[in-house]
Every structure is written in structure tokens, then in C-alpha cells.
């Protein structure tokens, strides 16, 4: 019996040593990241090339498909989200190297990230307006295996329809971040873990995730009663899919909508039929698709107080209501008084601040989720 208690203390105090998997697990990498040198200041862009090169060792560590560079042109916003919503993401960093060019500076650095912190920073960029669809179709030839189209009609309808509506769409197939047997597991499992992936990788709050089959209802020569035969091939597609989303307010995934639809086309070929099917598989879908996300961007929409320094006249006033009037996905400008306004938006106020600095007219002052403030430029 003594034994066995000096035994359990030996292991005991041996787990204490242990380093436990998966808690604060460091990951470091090096990246680089450069910027302008605007009149001479190389102290701010040496700050800006930083923020970058942190970036870029956040996005590496996530394994982002989606660059926020391509979507948020000032590095300065971006740093201040990791320092006020994901604070401790990079635990430490070191310049390893800096180039000062003729109007750049390119910094490399080595960062130490945490790999749960760092989704968290991602999600924060996450976009509402942001799709991303994937939609493996069996192919009509493939009857006795399970080959899938990544791209296809319907897909490929669905975005263009997406799009024409002016939301920012990511195709996920050719990036190859999922296959068709990960997003059937997922569709039959109901995890969201794949989902919560996709939605790091193409800074998006919004997926549609489905699987599309076919059968052969009537073949083309069969016997279909009357001495007559069928002329052509009848074939039936079928789609299981979902919508999910990421709720802004609780950071948890919801289901908008799920279900199963199907339609036909007939043609001479198997091949051909699949296709008319899933045009009018697409021409069923898309409006309900259409209505679901249009419904969750509009329950997103949030209030955003933004004061501007320097407005002294009504005319300039009238001037910056436009601008705000002419940002996408501003839903409402209410003017409070000279240089208040409160703008309805639905996205993260880094995107309106990024917006409002491209016009060129506007210094960042200061942004917070609910309050933006700026400095009217005089020209």
C-alpha cells in the first residue's frame, strides 16, 4: 500500500512537469512587411511596415486564403485591432532586418503568435458581406463512384447572381482549402468545425455549404408504356445544403437556413440533362439564397456615431453626408449637428474608417465598434 501512494505522488508530480498540449502553444514565424515613406516621416512607416509584418505572421499562422491587405488598406487600423480586440496575439516579436528604399521601408521580423488568439484577430476582420460557397457536384458520369465536381453550374450561378448584388464572394474549390468528402462529413455530421475553418481562412462571416447528387429518373430508350420509348434521358439533381452564419454578438455559428431541393432536366445525354437540371436547380435556389443573406446582413446593421473635426459651414456638412451616403453598405445617415451624424452599417467600423480615409478627405483620429472619430482635410 505504501508503494503504491509513493507511486501515484511520483506521477503526480511528474504531470506537473509536463507541458499540457494545445494551451498557449506558441508558434513562431518570420515574415516581412514593407511601407510608404510619406514627406520623409520613416519613424510612421517603419510602424506601418511593422503592423504589416505582424499581420502577415497572424495570417500564416490561421492559414488565411484571404489577404486583409486586399480589403483594409491602412496597416495602423489592422494593429489597432490586435492590440484592443485580440490582445496577446503576438506575444513577443524581433526585427531581424530593415531596408530603407527610395519611398519604402521593408522591416522582416520574427513573431511569436498563439494560434487561438490569432483566429480570434482574423474573426474580427471577418466581413458579413463576405461569402463563401462551396458546392461539390457528383459528377453525371461518375454513377459508380464518388467523383465530385468542384465547380459547376450551379455554383458557379449562384455567384454571379451573389455578386451582382455587390456581396464580396469567395469560390473556395480552386483554393483547395476543403474537398468534397470533408464537406459531406460535415453536411451529415452538423459540425461546424470545417465551417469555423473557411470562415478563418477567407475572412468571411457567411458560408454556403452543400452537396449535390443526381439520379436517373427515365433513360433515354425506355420502355414507357404504349409501344412508345423514351427520346430522352429524365434526370433528377438533387441538393443538400446549408447557410451558416457567425454571430457577431455571441461569436457563435448559427444555421440561417438548411434543407434539400431538387429539379430536372431531360436531354440526350446523361451529361446534358445533369446540367439542365442544375440550371434550374440554380433558378429555384437562388432567390430564397438571395433573401436569407440580405435578412442576416440587415439584422447585423449597427448604429455608429462618427464626430468630424474641423466642419465649420453647412455646406461642408452637406458635403460629408454625401460622402458617408455613398459608402457601400451604409444603410441610414442621420445628421445631430455640425459634423455629428450617426450611419447605420453593418460591418466592422475598420471597414467604414478605411473607407472614409480612401476618399482622401479624412485623418483616423480615434475607432472604436460604435464610434468613429476623424479630422475633415481642407483643400
Not at 511593422?50 to 499581420?55: D, G, L, N, P, S
Not at 482549402?177 to 460535415?186: C, G, H, M, S
Not at 433528377?236 to 445544403?241: A, F, G, S
Amino acid at each position: 500500500m505504501h508503494r503504491k501512494t509513493l507511486f501515484i505522488l511520483l506521477a503526480l508530480i511528474l504531470l506537473l512537469f509536463l507541458p499540457l498540449p494545445g494551451v498557449c502553444a506558441e508558434k513562431c514565424v518570420q515574415t516581412e512587411g514593407e511601407a510608404a515613406i510619406v514627406d520623409r516621416d520613416l519613424p510612421s512607416a517603419k510602424t506601418e511596415a511593422v503592423a504589416r509584418a505582424k499581420w502577415a505572421a497572424i495570417e500564416q499562422t490561421v492559414g488565411t486564403e484571404v489577404k486583409a491587405g486586399s480589403i483594409v488598406q491602412d496597416f495602423t487600423l489592422v494593429d489597432e485591432i490586435i492590440k484592443t480586440q485580440a490582445a496577446g496575439v503576438v506575444k513577443s516579436y524581433q526585427i531581424l532586418a530593415q531596408e530603407n528604399r527610395a519611398d519604402t521601408v521593408l522591416v522582416k521580423i520574427k513573431a511569436c503568435v498563439e494560434p487561438k488568439m490569432a483566429q480570434e484577430a482574423v474573426s474580427a476582420l471577418a466581413l458579413n458581406n463576405a461569402v463563401a460557397v462551396f458546392i461539390p457536384a457528383k459528377k453525371p458520369s461518375a454513377r459508380e463512384t464518388d467523383e465530385y465536381e468542384e465547380t459547376n453550374i450551379l455554383s458557379e450561378t449562384l455567384i454571379g447572381k451573389l455578386i451582382e448584388q455587390g456581396y464580396r464572394v469567395v469560390d473556395v474549390a480552386p483554393t483547395r482549402a476543403a474537398d468534397a468528402a470533408e464537406i459531406e462529413r460535415a453536411v451529415k455530421s452538423g459540425s461546424t468545425l470545417t465551417v469555423r475553418s473557411l470562415m478563418y481562412k477567407f475572412l468571411s462571416n457567411v458560408i454556403i455549404i452543400g452537396k449535390i447528387d443526381y439520379a436517373v429518373s427515365t433513360k433515354k430508350g425506355e420502355d414507357i408504356g404504349y409501344g412508345l420509348s423514351m427520346p430522352f434521358n429524365n434526370v433528377t439533381v438533387r441538393m443538400t445544403y446549408r447557410i451558416v452564419a457567425r454571430n457577431n454578438k455571441t461569436g457563435n455559428t448559427e444555421i440561417l437556413t438548411a434543407g434539400t431541393e431538387q429539379a430536372r432536366g431531360m436531354a440526350r445525354s446523361v451529361e446534358d440533362a445533369a446540367a439542365e437540371g442544375l440550371k434550374n436547380l440554380a433558378a429555384k435556389l437562388t432567390p430564397a439564397v438571395l433573401d436569407k443573406i440580405a435578412s442576416f446582413i440587415r439584422g447585423n446593421v449597427k448604429k455608429v456615431a462618427i464626430r468630424i473635426n474641423g466642419v465649420t459651414d453647412l455646406d461642408t456638412n452637406q458635403e460629408i453626408k454625401g460622402m458617408l451616403q455613398q459608402i457601400v453598405w451604409v444603410t441610414e445617415v442621420e445628421e445631430k449637428r455640425m459634423g455629428e451624424f450617426t450611419v447605420g452599417y453593418p460591418e466592422n467600423s475598420i471597414y467604414l474608417a478605411n473607407s472614409l480615409r480612401q476618399k482622401g478627405r479624412f485623418k483616423i483620429l480615434d475607432f472604436t465598434p460604435y464610434a468613429l472619430t476623424l479630422e475633415w482635410i481642407k483643400q
